[in-house]
């Protein structure tokens, strides 16, 4: 076990510590996937509705919301390292009681759990960031992003899998091997970080009111997140809709297919994060935008193509991850002791912009269908350009000081 005390930031990270974090972050997030693609055999197991059975991966999604808010900010006043560990155990627990629930009631606390405790990917990046030098932070973040994206990919392609051959109890039961795997991986390798504030819980919460009034980035980063995720959740909730329509005929087997391109946005995450440690990050977040911008518009005459919504997808996926990218390592650059507080205000912010786009594209697709759910894209990325612009006297500002 490595008790050296890393509490002075910017020391830099080695490579497998970095591997380790980077697949760590893509393990645990694909807990709260697992159960997607199995929700017909768990409604089968407990003789409920598909309906009811889908309450369950909604229940993860707001753990998930919960947990980043009421655990990640811990990060700042509890050992980094140890709270991790501490949280391992809980997940493995939740993990292992979705497995064996003996009822759908059950079921559904363990759903909620486990989207509570798989936050460990919100301690992660902060930790990796404060490990990184300063000149390598975007493209360390990146990397560590990667390993996320990768896992929300790949999670519902395995699950998917083993829930058919060896049914879908198994798959957490794997799943709680892997976080043990992890767990003692962990134990040997992670370095600790002490932590710099002194205040008690109440007041730890209470600060991320006060983060948010008193940094202009913070609230640059959240809202140009939220605007470009709203973008996100806006096209993936409808796209199955799209390709249910006579010209194409095709249902959620194809959507997923789809998600394979979203393979472009973990290699465009990593690369990013490279490019903003070498370039004016607040240029490379405009070019970001303007992509998410021009793949709505191809989305808007693409109802009928194939190709355009595969050049439309690489496009928006890459645009999103970017921004993502740039976002972060912004935050992140704000104040060392208060990284995980950071992280959660603008996570919070983030998620809740893409309950608000799936929201905004779920009403709109009822009345002007595909061609309104491309106009609404198209407003909330044109708004996420206006949010940044707005700021460039604040960020150029921030330059010079620094």
């Given at each position: 076990m490595s008790n050296t005390n890393t509490s002075k930031a910017n020391t830099g990270i080695n490579k497998i510590t970095l591997w380790v974090m980077t697949v760590t972050t893509g393990l645990v997030v694909a807990n709260l996937y697992y159960g997607q693609p199995l929700l017909s055999d768990i409604a089968r197991t407990y003789h409920v509705s598909s309906g009811e059975a889908g309450s369950?991966?909604?229940?993860?999604?707001?753990?998930y919301a919960f947990g980043m808010l009421l655990i990640v900010p811990l990060g700042d006043m509890l050992k980094r390292k140890k709270l991790i560990m501490i949280d391992f155990s809980l997940i493995i627990i939740s993990l292992?009681?979705?497995?064996?629930?003996?009822?759908?009631?059950?079921?559904l606390?363990?759903?909620?759990?486990?989207g509570f405790t798989s936050v460990i990917p919100q301690l992660i990046i902060p930790m990796a960031a404060h490990l990184s030098k300063p000149n390598e932070r975007g493209k360390t973040v990146g990397f560590v992003m990667s390993g996320l994206l990768i896992g929300i990919l790949l999670s519902r392609t395995i699950s998917g899998y083993i829930g058919q051959l060896f049914g879908w109890h198994v798959m957490y039961m794997?799943?709680?091997g892997l976080m043990l795997l992890l767990w003692v991986i962990i134990y040997f390798l992670f370095p600790e970080i002490e932590p710099q504030y002194k205040g008690n819980y109440p007041e730890l919460m209470r600060s991320l009111i006060t983060l948010i009034q008193t940094e202009p980035l913070l609230r640059l980063a959240a809202l140009r997140g939220a605007l470009c995720y709203a973008c996100f959740g806006a096209f993936w909730t409808t796209l199955v809709f799209l390709l249910r329509q006579p010209q194409f005929n095709l249902g959620s087997e194809a959507a997923g297919l789809f998600g394979l391109v979203g393979a472009f946005g973990a290699l465009g995450a990593a690369l990013m994060g490279r490019v903003s440690d070498k370039t004016n990050p607040y240029t490379v977040t405009t070019l970001s935008i303007l992509l998410i911008i021009v793949s709505f518009i191809v989305f808007f005459f693409s109802d009928s193509s194939l190709t355009g919504l595969i050049i439309g997808v690489i496009l928006l996926d890459l645009g999103v991850q970017a921004t993502h990218i740039s976002n972060q390592t912004t935050i992140f650059s704000l104040s060392a002791e208060a990284r995980n507080r950071l992280n959660t205000v603008y996570?919070?912010?983030?998620?809740?912009?893409?309950a608000g786009g799936t929201f905004l594209a779920s009403r709109v697709?009822?009345?002007?269908?595909?061609?309104?759910?491309?106009?609404?894209?198209?407003?909330?990325?044109?708004?996420?350009?206006?949010v940044h612009f707005s700021y460039r006297k604040t960020v150029r500002l921030n330059l010079k000081l620094n």
């Open positions: 369950s991966a909604m229940l993860t999604q707001m753990g292992l009681l979705a497995a064996f629930a003996p009822s759908f009631t059950v079921m606390i363990a759903s909620f759990l486990i794997i799943a709680a996570m919070v912010t983030y998620f809740l912009g893409g697709w009822n009345t002007w269908h595909w061609h309104g759910v491309a106009g609404i894209g198209i407003v909330l990325s044109v708004a996420a350009l206006f």
